[in-house]
């Protein structure tokens, strides 16, 4: 069983940072990719960023140039988040895709950007 747990949302103005962390634990057989997605009210859950394991990264159009996504060597993923704007207001969920391709979710957590 794989366990992804998130920590970071919150609330914070407009112009300010964030940093999410998931952090991925449990029978994983290797670890393919992880990223982020996320879901605002009365829209679809959208992919904001993903790495691979050898350190491929993709961003939504939206957050190129002001969201990072990075991995350690411990099966967690980051996604530091500036210049934050009211529009990424959304519930953000991390995922892992294992060697079987095998798709995991984290539980998502909140992040609210204030005007």
């Known amino acids: 069983q794989v366990q992804l747990v998130e920590s970071g949302g919150g609330l914070v103005q407009a112009g300010g940072s964030l940093r999410l962390s998931c952090a991925a634990s449990?029978?994983?057989?290797?670890?393919?990719?992880m990223g982020w997605h996320r879901q605002a009210p009365g829209k679809q859950r959208e992919l904001v960023a993903a790495i691979s394991t050898g350190g491929t990264t993709n961003y939504a159009d939206s957050v190129k140039g002001r969201f990072t996504i990075a991995s350690d060597a411990k099966n967690t993923v980051y996604l530091q988040m500036n210049s934050l704007k009211p529009e990424d207001t959304a519930v953000y969920y991390c995922?892992?895709?294992?060697?079987?391709?095998?798709?995991?979710w984290g539980q998502g957590t909140q992040v609210t950007v204030s005007s």
């Open positions: 449990g029978s994983i057989f290797s670890i393919n990719a």
């Open positions: 995922y892992v895709i294992d060697g079987f391709r095998q798709k995991y």
